[in-house]
């Protein structure tokens, strides 16, 4: 896979939920360019959150958390 795809939907989330993730950070659903409705729901970095749009192009890079590897997009 590419690592490529658009912004499908997205929301601003402006509250403390976990102490590593202060606020606000971008929770979004991206549709990845390989497959019409092909969907991932991750966060948006290396932008302010109201930089964030509908149908922007966004390429996938991972974050390390812990032991674990998640899946993140950027502009």
Do not use: K
């Not at 939907?9 to 509250?15: K, L, V």
């Not at 971008?26 to 932008?47: F, S």
């Amino acid at each position: 896979m590419s690592g490529r795809g658009f912004v499908h939907a997205f929301t601003i989330n402006r509250y403390t939920w976990f102490p590593s993730m202060p606020p606000p950070y971008v929770i979004a659903e991206v549709e990845l360019e390989e497959q019409e409705g092909l969907r991932i729901t991750t966060n948006i970095v290396g932008c302010a959150p109201e930089e964030v749009w509908i149908g922007m192009s966004v390429s996938a890079e991972f974050d390390h958390v812990g032991e674990t590897w998640l899946p993140v997009f950027r502009p």
